[in-house]
């Protein structure tokens, strides 16, 4: 069971896990809201998802695809790439943000790799927590389950990086569906 770690003295932030979700869609960027400062920037860990990690997230998305009537999405290398990149870019920064050190979004992001969105979004957290928490919060959470059941969806990826404190976790969830599709 992961341990809760209290919140810095001083902070304004009453919450160990920070959540937030955008959806991009060709004429809505992503929500410059969920900009926050979680940990201090520094050298941290960034790998790829493992495939325990990737099954975790497709599974836990399906289930509440499935539950609104919804077709199930297929795990994608590309969106978990860039969702990995963009946990680990959120580490190196210390901050949780839609927009990343080179991108405005998950959109922007899936383009420069060569994936050609017809819609995108993403939820993102950070905080102390592992993969089923995190996704647990996801799926409780009406703006982030709003956008794991946008229709129109069909790929699905995941990943994480643990950030310059060595306990902090910040996550990436990308959800897309091809242009032509």
């Excluded at 495939?51 to 289930?63: C, M």
């Excluded at 017809?118 to 927590?129: H, L, Q, S, V």
Aim: glycine share 10%; proline share 8%.
């Amino acid at each position: 069971m992961p341990h809760r770690i209290p919140p810095p003295r001083g902070k304004a932030l009453a919450a160990c896990l920070l959540l937030a979700a955008c959806t991009a869609t060709p004429t809505a960027g992503p929500d410059k809201g969920h900009d926050i400062q979680v940990s201090s920037p520094g050298l941290v860990e960034c790998s790829a998802p493992s495939p325990q990690v990737v099954q975790s997230g497709l599974n836990a998305t399906n289930r509440a695809r499935s539950r609104a009537g919804l077709p199930a999405l297929q795990a994608d290398a590309l969106l978990s790439q860039a969702a990995a990149a963009h946990a680990c870019d959120m580490a190196q920064r210390g901050r949780m943000s839609h927009a990343g050190s080179r991108s405005s979004g998950p959109a922007q992001r899936l383009k420069a790799l060569g994936y050609a969105p017809r819609i995108t979004a993403e939820n993102i957290a950070a905080g102390p927590y592992g993969t089923e928490q995190v996704l647990g919060e996801w799926n409780s959470s009406s703006g982030h389950l709003a956008n794991i059941l946008i229709p129109q969806l069909r790929q699905f990826g995941i990943g994480h990086a643990t950030g310059a404190d060595g306990r902090t976790r910040f996550w990436s969830a990308v959800y897309a569906a091809p242009a032509g599709r």
